[in-house]
């Protein structure tokens, strides 16, 4: 008989009606997929699940012990209805079964088992529908029925019970049962970590680890098991990792060195720097060295720049633009929105002056823009004489051609997927890429601790900021905490300053789709989500605000009233601007003071701390205040408390991290949901990330091209044929 290899097919070992439902729902296909689907939790059939605090609505597997069963005539529909009650010895639940009268012969007083379902609530009481169950066998019998001695029950009933990842078409006995089959017909399994490799580290044989961590029969084999596998992880990855890296190293790309003697005083660097009216903070000019090194260098430059809102990053970046600039190359920097767009090509125009204006020649390219302006801004990129181009995925179109591009600059670098970036890169020939964002989403952070991006941060803040204050305002809790932000608002305009107030909706039913987290449906407490329609004509009404012209914006306006409206806000013309997460990033109005979020808890962590930097950014002090009606206790309401909490961007990328995972470490998902990461996890295992880290180096070190580990070898050969360490290179 033919043994299973991990790459063969699923429908071949346990069957097709198991193995399509294996795929629809988890997409495992091959025997490997399976077994790489580890067990979530170990329960033992001895020991019961507390059931106490299960959530509503989602999808439960418990063992517990049944406590008793009553079968009753339903008194407005024909037939009967079972009812049993489970325990673990101090809460209960409750199974319910539809003319199911033949359970009571299963469900007996004492017994134990696995029980799966959806958890609802009747009556006030927590039950579960027509559940899934397996029940175990009797404590002093063994699984075909015989009886066993005192010592073998002990063991039988204190065996792990691997508990998977399910969903209410495949519980997890049915999992189980189909890696049961799959460690049946497996054959002899190649290991690619070299045998000294595992021996130092402690890593179980890759066969012997598969079988320990679903078939354990004490709670040492699956913790050896899982410790082997979370090596194994990291340790791959971080190979994969730092071979991409080599790879990229060997790239060549065109070398925009630093000019030298009477050139260096009259290259666009060293004039923009001559002309500035303020010294650059120290790490602004460390940022800059590194940059302008990396840019000299004949392999390509992909680092992150990572700062504090309103750290300087942007200026950053332009000195490192006038580089390239200086040796004749182009620079292309991309934003997510045509307002920061705009807001990027008038502060950068503004900052180069007149006369370095005029030499460079800036352009803006966005989707909307005029034909005329476009077709005049297109021209100047193709023929180099425009060396700095500002735009949105205008950009990236297919009639968009540079004469040089050497560099591109991505603001907000999550924003964009993977594919869009890619389509810049191949304007260039190998560009150098500079990343920027101000607080790393969850996947930023998992790749920044993974050691894949070369990261610059900058934590100094420019002298003169204030600070901003931030509040939560629960709206339920405390209402005359709500009613006092308007008056609060008041007082600072009359005082000669500026208000944001920001929603989640353009106008009612029609949510901002720049929104982190998902809406979560069309109502907060009985009323429309807050939308910037509705909050401007209230606004309007309130006396308080009687003489203060109050104005909207979001995505859906045209690019000229959204440039009206911000030139207006930002010339002090409109006292209180009403917007969605259109303003969130780049915008720059020294003179507002107060940010206004309503139902902040629509908005991602990452989301709200960018927008309170759009205050503080002046003279005055800035002040944000985050209302809310998410009850205390809920993640919604815990994402508000951790922003106001701290304003270190960087713990809040921590905080993230822990609240939405990882996201797709070597794929292109961005953010969020589920990892596909099997065991491994960044907010967790740093220090196992780290040496595995170590330990890949060396290994390339000394062989760079794997030749004395070919199992390793080929491992990274399919993930660069599979796309998947393309795709992290472009990211």
């Known amino acids: 008989?033919?043994?299973?290899?991990?790459?063969?097919?699923?429908?071949?070992?346990?069957?097709?009606?198991?193995?399509?439902?294996?795929?629809?729902?988890?997409?495992?296909?091959?025997?490997?997929?399976?077994?790489?689907?580890?067990?979530?939790?170990?329960?033992?059939?001895?020991?019961?699940?507390?059931?106490?605090?299960?959530?509503?609505?989602?999808?439960?597997?418990?063992?517990?012990?049944?406590?008793?069963?009553?079968?009753?005539?339903?008194?407005?529909?024909?037939?009967?209805?079972?009812?049993?009650?489970?325990?673990?010895?101090?809460?209960?639940?409750?199974?319910?079964?539809?003319?199911?009268?033949?359970?009571?012969?299963?469900?007996?007083?004492?017994?134990?088992?696995?029980?799966?379902?959806?958890?609802?609530?009747?009556?006030?009481?927590?039950?579960?529908?027509?559940?899934?169950?397996?029940?175990?066998?009797?404590?002093?019998?063994?699984?075909?029925?015989?009886?066993?001695?005192?010592?073998?029950?002990?063991?039988?009933?204190?065996?792990?019970?691997?508990?998977?990842?399910?969903?209410?078409?495949?519980?997890?006995?049915?999992?189980?049962?189909?890696?049961?089959?799959?460690?049946?017909?497996?054959?002899?399994?190649?290991?690619?970590?070299?045998?000294?490799?595992?021996?130092?580290?402690?890593?179980?044989?890759?066969?012997?680890?598969?079988?320990?961590?679903?078939?354990?029969?004490?709670?040492?084999?699956?913790?050896?098991?899982?410790?082997?596998?979370?090596?194994?992880?990291?340790?791959?990855?971080?190979?994969?990792?730092?071979?991409?890296?080599?790879?990229?190293?060997?790239?060549?790309s065109t070398p925009r060195p630093l000019v030298s003697g009477d050139a260096a005083a009259r290259s666009p660097l060293a004039r923009f720097d001559a002309a500035l009216p303020f010294e650059l903070t120290g790490d602004q000019r460390r940022a800059g060295e590194t940059i302008a090194e990396e840019l000299a260098a004949p392999h390509p430059m992909h680092r992150l720049l990572q700062g504090e809102v309103g750290s300087g990053k942007t200026l950053v970046a332009l000195r490192a633009m006038l580089q390239v600039a200086g040796t004749g190359g182009q620079s292309a920097l991309l934003a997510p929105t045509e307002v920061l767009a705009a807001q990027h090509f008038r502060s950068i125009t503004e900052a180069l002056g007149s006369e370095l204006a005029a030499e460079l020649n800036p352009v803006l390219l966005t989707g909307r823009m005029p034909a005329g302006e476009r077709k005049r801004a297109l021209l100047s990129l193709a023929s180099g004489t425009a060396r700095i181009a500002v735009g949105t995925h205008a950009l990236l179109g297919e009639g968009v051609a540079f004469y040089d591009l050497g560099c591109i600059v991505v603001d907000e670098q999550h924003r964009f997927g993977v594919e869009q970036r890619e389509a810049l890169r191949r304007k260039g020939s190998q560009p150098h890429v500079l990343a920027m964002t101000a607080t790393p989403i969850p996947r930023t952070v998992a790749l920044t601790a993974f050691g894949d991006l070369e990261v610059l941060t900058i934590r100094e803040l420019p002298r003169g900021r204030q600070g901003i204050e931030t509040f939560t305002v629960p709206e339920?809790?405390?209402?005359?905490?709500?009613?006092?932000?308007?008056?609060?608002?008041?007082?600072?305009?009359?005082?000669?300053?500026?208000?944001?107030?920001?929603?989640?909706?353009?106008?009612?039913?029609?949510?901002?789709?720049?929104?982190?987290?998902?809406?979560?449906?069309?109502?907060?407490?009985?009323?429309?989500?807050?939308?910037?329609?509705?909050?401007?004509?209230?606004?309007?009404?309130?006396?308080?605000?009687?003489?203060?012209?109050?104005?909207?914006?979001?995505?859906?306006?045209?690019?000229?009233?959204?440039?009206?409206?911000?030139?207006?806000?930002?010339?002090?013309?409109?006292?209180?601007?009403?917007?969605?997460?259109?303003?969130?990033?780049?915008?720059?109005?020294?003179?507002?003071?107060?940010m206004i979020v309503r139902d902040a808890d629509r908005f991602g962590i990452s989301q709200l701390h960018q927008l309170r930097g759009r205050v503080g950014r002046g003279a005055h002090a800035g002040l944000c205040l985050l209302m809310t009606t998410a009850e205390q206790g809920t993640v919604a309401r815990e994402r508000i408390e951790s922003v106001a909490s701290t304003s270190d961007g960087f713990a809040l990328a921590e905080i993230d991290l822990e609240l939405r995972r990882e996201g797709d470490i070597l794929g292109t998902a961005q953010s969020g949901g589920r990892s596909t990461l099997r065991l491994l996890r960044v907010a967790e295992h740093g220090e196992l990330i780290i040496r595995a880290r170590e330990l890949a180096a060396e290994m390339l070190a000394r062989d760079p091209e794997l030749r004395d580990a070919p199992g390793l070898a080929a491992l990274i050969a399919r993930e660069h044929e599979a796309g998947h360490l393309d795709n992290l290179a472009k990211s």
């Open 1 to 252: 008989m033919t043994r299973a290899t991990l790459d063969t097919p699923l429908d071949g070992v346990v069957g097709a009606r198991t193995a399509k439902p294996l795929d629809r729902a988890f997409g495992l296909r091959t025997v490997g997929d399976l077994l790489l689907h580890f067990p979530r939790r170990y329960s033992r059939r001895g020991e019961l699940t507390p059931l106490r605090g299960l959530p509503l609505g989602e999808q439960i597997t418990v063992v517990a012990q049944v406590l008793d069963v009553r079968e009753r005539r339903m008194q407005r529909r024909n037939g009967s209805l079972l009812e049993a009650r489970i325990t673990d010895g101090t809460g209960t639940l409750t199974l319910t079964f539809f003319n199911q009268q033949w359970r009571v012969r299963d469900l007996v007083a004492g017994r134990r088992g696995i029980f799966a379902g959806k958890v609802s609530e009747y009556r006030g009481q927590l039950q579960l529908q027509h559940p899934e169950y397996e029940l175990f066998e009797h404590r002093d019998e063994a699984p075909g029925g015989e009886q066993l001695d005192e010592a073998a029950a002990k063991a039988w009933a204190e065996t792990p019970v691997p508990i998977y990842p399910a969903t209410a078409q495949l519980p997890s006995w049915t999992l189980q049962r189909a890696v049961e089959l799959a460690l049946d017909a497996l054959g002899p399994v190649d290991d690619p970590l070299p045998p000294t490799l595992r021996e130092a580290e402690n890593v179980v044989e890759l066969g012997r680890a598969l079988e320990l961590i679903h078939r354990p029969q004490r709670d040492a084999d699956w913790r050896s098991a899982r410790h082997s596998m979370l090596f194994r992880e990291a340790f791959e990855l971080q190979l994969a990792l730092l071979d991409r890296r080599r790879r990229a190293g060997l790239e060549a």
């Open 476 to 594: 339920l809790e405390m209402p005359g905490r709500a009613a006092r932000v308007w008056a609060r608002a008041a007082e600072d305009i009359a005082a000669g300053r500026q208000v944001y107030v920001v929603c989640p909706a353009i106008s009612a039913g029609n949510a901002d789709p720049e929104l982190e987290e998902d809406p979560e449906g069309p109502e907060v407490a009985g009323r429309p989500l807050a939308n910037v329609e509705d909050t401007v004509a209230e606004l309007r009404r309130r006396p308080e605000f009687a003489e203060v012209e109050i104005a909207g914006l979001d995505g859906g306006m045209s690019s000229a009233d959204k440039d009206r409206v911000m030139r207006a806000f930002a010339a002090g013309e409109i006292g209180i601007l009403v917007a969605t997460t259109v303003i969130e990033v780049g915008v720059n109005v020294p003179n507002a003071s107060i």
